[in-house]
């Protein structure tokens, strides 16, 4: 369930941001905002659609201690260990863009098939981690290694100065940020102790990565604004 969610948000982001770009050039900002407002609306009777019927059957309620997930210091711990996927799809998604037509290294549609398609990387990223990790025998080191050389590519941004090298590592962040991610959602699944709780651990953990995916880019904008883009880049990766 969780790479089916992420990967339909792959697609989406990376066919949004080019196609944004594209209607932006022709038709102006307001007009984009209305078309893309326009689908989000039009996919709404689909989403309803496809939605499952609940049926409680005989189906056993068990109680779920809110309290304990919420107090629990290794699931705090756990969900902000992966901080490093959400600031990458924040910061790239959102601040790439501008960040390359401010330092001039590509152009705005350059720069947005690449994030597009950093986007669309993460299908993979998420496919691989997620067919694999459960069946490794060496899961923490899979996953904090995997976020650790996330970490190390993200702040390596700056420092590269060829197109193409650069457009390169952006697409393996995507893969492996997505990856991260995988592994999170599947370490949270196999600690619940009973299915009731699943949803509210998956969605407090989310609560997590949205703290940092919000805050991330003031974060950005001021350090790049009062320093430079290239501390940006390192101090969020740190």
Not at 106 to 117: A, F, I, P, Y
Request: hydrophobic fraction near 50%.
């Amino acid at each position: 369930m969780p790479l089916t969610v992420k990967t339909l948000f792959g697609i989406g982001s990376g066919i949004g941001i080019t196609g944004w770009i594209l209607l932006d050039s022709f038709t102006g900002w307001r007009i984009s905002m209305f078309i893309a407002g326009a689908l989000a609306l039009a996919v709404i009777p689909f989403m309803l659609l496809s939605m499952e019927k609940t049926t409680t059957g005989n189906k056993v309620d068990l109680p779920v201690n809110f309290w304990k997930i919420i107090l629990n210091k290794y699931r705090w711990m756990l969900g902000f260990s992966a901080g490093i996927g959400a600031l990458s799809e924040t910061i790239i998604g959102q601040m790439f863009v501008y960040y390359s037509e401010k330092t001039h290294i590509m152009s705005q549609l350059d720069s947005g098939v690449t994030v597009s398609v950093y986007f669309i990387m993460g299908i993979f990223g998420g496919y691989l981690y997620g067919r694999y990790f459960g069946i490794s025998s060496h899961k923490t080191f899979v996953y904090v290694s995997t976020a650790v050389v996330t970490s190390l590519l993200f702040i390596s941004i700056p420092l590269i100065g060829n197109l193409y090298i650069l457009t390169g590592i952006i697409w393996i962040i995507g893969a492996l940020t997505v990856a991260v991610l995988t592994m999170l959602y599947y370490i949270v699944l196999s600690i619940e102790e009973n299915n009731r709780g699943t949803s509210f651990s998956l969605g407090f953990n989310n609560f997590m990565q949205k703290i940092i995916a919000v805050a991330s880019p003031a974060l950005f904008v001021y350090i790049a604004l009062n320093i430079n883009y290239s501390y940006s880049w390192y101090i969020l990766g740190i």
